[in-house]
Nanobody
Framework: QIQLVESGGGSVQAGGSLRLSCAAAAYTLNCMAWFRRAPGKEREKVAR???????DYADFVKDRFTISRGNADKTVYLQMNSLKPEDTAIYYCAAVFCGSWRPMFWGQGTQVTVSS
């Protein structure tokens, strides 16, 4: 399988910001998404980006998070602002079938911890 590598996670206080990165070698990142999984919860959709540039966000992150693509189409970012403790989770990027949230393959995840 093609591997995606996430980075940029860490620990911040509520109201802080982080930028997550997702990179792949020998693969152009077209239709991509970010998911997250908090302790004791199932996976949640976070943000999605189509090759056309159209985005889709979960309601609970809209206006706080922004998904974007690097110039070389080898890196996808998730800018997270105004973080809340409930955002604490492992965040995963995935290549998805265009126009959907259905993943083709995943990265291994990066931990985000937001303290009160």
């Amino acid at each position: 399988q093609i591997q995606l590598v996430e980075s940029g996670g860490g620990s911040v206080q509520a109201g802080g910001s982080l930028r997550l990165s997702c990179a792949a070698a020998a693969y152009t990142l077209n239709c991509m998404a970010w998911f997250r999984r908090a302790p004791g919860k199932e996976r949640e959709k976070v943000a999605r980006l189509d090759i056309t540039g159209i985005t889709d966000y979960a309601d609970f992150v809209k206006d706080r998070f922004t998904i974007s693509r690097g110039n070389a189409d080898k890196t996808v970012y998730l800018q997270m602002n105004s973080l809340k403790p409930e955002d604490t989770a492992i965040y995963y990027c995935a290549a998805v079938f265009c126009g959907s949230w259905r993943p083709m393959f995943w990265g291994q995840g990066t931990q985000v911890t937001v303290s009160s």
